[in-house]
């Protein structure tokens, strides 16, 4: 089996074997099919102006593509959060070691989508909460699954909405999502930014991603808007 971070190559040829290991390796890792999440029980009261949020959920190419496509999102940066910004780089990132996830900051108008919502496609499309430290494909305390709220408001939304689910049992195993506090976003790459848009025919977004935006589509409709919000 191919190493898990050669499968991805940004911007580079894709090697002959890496293509066969695709479909021979790359099995789903016990993922669940996508969910209606509800709407929250707590929605959001946000003042009016453009809001901030980070999510971290696997793998930040497909992150990036999910939210780029909901209106009332004006920007979606792939990056790391929860660790040193000495360490903040790509490759030391991706040991494992340094404490980072990789993660997306999102400024969205909360007149057009508040932060409960993004909370549902967070949840609904965007990744699978049940899997601890890993994305399908992608193993380690990097990939780990977590919301990262951004003052008190975001903090008292994400905590009930993450405790309303637990307790609806939509998945078949139990959510391993954490809240982790708020200690900065570094961004990535420039060649890791808007990614599936500039990249739509590389392996790993065909095989993983693009079915994240067809049920973005299907099951959030009234946010989903065609046009890939580019950085």
């Not at 500039?198 to 409709?221: G, S």
Request: aromatic fraction near 10%; charge should be positive.
């Amino acid at each position: 089996m191919i190493a898990r971070r050669s499968l991805r190559w940004p911007g580079a040829a894709i090697p002959a074997l890496a293509l066969l290991a695709l479909s021979a390796c790359l099995a789903p890792a016990h993922a669940d099919a996508p969910v209606q999440a509800p709407a929250a029980v707590i929605p959001a009261h946000e003042a009016p102006g453009l809001k901030t949020a980070v999510f971290a959920g696997g793998c930040y190419w497909g992150m990036e593509a999910v939210f780029s496509h909901l209106k009332g999102v004006t920007s979606v940066v792939s990056g790391f959060e929860g660790g040193r910004a000495a360490d903040a780089d790509y490759e030391t990132v991706s040991t494992g070691t340094t404490g980072h996830a990789e993660s997306i900051r999102v400024t969205y108008d909360p007149a057009r989508i508040r932060y409960d919502q993004l909370l549902q496609v967070f949840f609904g499309v965007a990744s699978d909460p049940t899997q601890l430290n890993r994305q399908e494909p992608d193993e380690g305390p990097q990939y780990r699954n977590a919301l990262v709220p951004i003052g008190p408001e975001q903090a008292r939304v994400a905590r009930a909405y993450l405790a309303q689910l637990k307790a609806l049992k939509l998945w078949k195993r139990p959510i391993v999502t954490r809240i982790e506090p708020w200690r900065g976003f570094y961004p990535g790459p420039a060649e890791h930014q808007d990614f599936a848009f500039r990249n739509p025919r590389h392996p790993y977004i065909l095989r993983w991603d693009v079915a994240r935006v067809e049920a973005l589509q299907r099951t959030f409709p009234q946010w989903w808007k065609p046009d890939f919000t580019r950085n």
